[in-house]
């Protein structure tokens, strides 16, 4: 017999579609077709696999959330629950889940992530009637109101021998095992929450939105940028190109209606981040340069009607490939 080599190293290819071979096929979606497969075409920090039941601490919270598409409650426990996919061909016993709370951040990092609680669930294979569960996590959110409650929640997943975090750790667009929730909705009435609100000239705000203007501006953190400029960018989309806004009306294919623009909608000029909400120098994009820069979204459009709704995407990209973004929803 020839001696075999042992030299020899395989060559750099799974033997096989990945998802074919004998291993789970952990993920979480970004949003409601997704199967797993990386890059995410879209927005994918408007997760439908992370949901939250507000005001409630996970010591009395059901395992499963009773209503969907709820926002965070500043200053009060809120549950957070993942939704946990295995499309692999062999289960998943070990699953380890993690959550996490960002201030508002168009760039997630370790830096900037903060461990809420973690967890462990065991998935079936693919038909098993197991391969995907809803996971509640331990331990209380109570968001402050240094950020207003507004929301940035990301899950990581992965099983501890077999599928395993993968990289880049922190990415949900080019990593299935991460989810990302960086979304706030204000709601006709919750005038608590309601965000500022800048004049169609000038900047000039609204008086009688001056006092709740101050109280909860939305300030977005833009870096960690690397030594590379980035375009920061607001734009209005449809409600029907929001996925996740099906949660909040709890029927599939029901959004609301596109609300009359009544404003433009703007961000202030980059700010040094713990300066405060800059109101000033505001436009439809902004050009960013350094690690610690934040800016401030600016909506002159009024409270929707009822069934109406402003969706406001912004979006942060370095040489044209967008690396984050943050959904603002004006509920009528």
């Keep these: 017999m020839t001696p075999g080599s042992f030299g020899d190293k395989p060559g750099n290819q799974w033997p096989g579609p990945r998802n074919e071979l004998y291993l789970p096929f952990l993920f979480m979606r970004a949003n409601q077709g997704d199967l797993g497969a990386r890059p995410v075409v879209g927005p994918f920090w408007e997760s439908p696999d992370i949901l939250l039941l507000a005001g409630v601490d996970p010591a009395v919270a059901p395992s499963r959330p009773p209503a969907l598409g709820q926002t965070a409650l500043?200053?009060?426990?809120?549950?957070?629950?993942?939704?946990?996919?295995?499309?692999?061909?062999?289960?998943?016993?070990?699953?380890?889940?993690?959550f996490y709370w960002c201030d508002p951040s168009l760039g997630i990092g370790p830096s900037s992530a903060n461990l809420i609680g973690q967890t462990m669930v065991s998935l079936g294979a693919r038909g098993s009637g197991r391969a995907h569960a809803v996971v509640k996590c331990p331990t209380g959110w109570i968001p402050t109101f240094v950020n207003g409650g507004h929301e940035c929640l990301v899950v990581r997943i992965w099983e501890e021998t077999s599928d395993g975090l993968g990289t880049p750790p922190w990415d949900a667009a080019l990593n299935r095992h991460v989810a990302q929730r960086n979304i706030h909705v204000i709601a006709a009435g919750e005038q608590q929450h309601a965000l500022l609100a800048a004049g169609a000239g000038g900047g000039v705000l609204l008086p009688h939105l001056l006092a709740q203007t101050l109280a909860t501006p939305l300030t977005l953190k833009v870096g960690p940028l690397y030594g590379?400029?980035?375009?920061?960018?607001v734009e209005r989309v449809a409600p029907h190109t929001m996925p996740w806004l099906q949660l909040r009306t709890g029927v599939r294919g029901q959004f609301p209606a596109q609300a009359t623009v009544t404003g433009p909608a703007l961000l202030g000029a980059p700010r040094t981040i713990g300066g405060g909400a800059n109101f000033g120098g505001q436009a439809a994009q902004q050009q960013v340069v350094g690690d610690d820069q934040q800016v401030t979204f600016a909506t002159a459009d009024t409270l929707p009607a009822p069934g109406q709704a402003h969706v406001y995407r912004v979006t942060a990209s370095q040489q044209g490939e967008v690396f984050g973004g943050y959904t603002v929803v004006l509920l009528g």
């Design 228 to 233: 590379e400029p980035a375009q920061v960018a």
């Design 74 to 98: 500043a200053g009060q426990p809120n549950t957070i629950y993942a939704h946990v996919w295995n499309f692999g061909v062999a289960q998943a016993p070990n699953v380890v889940v993690e």
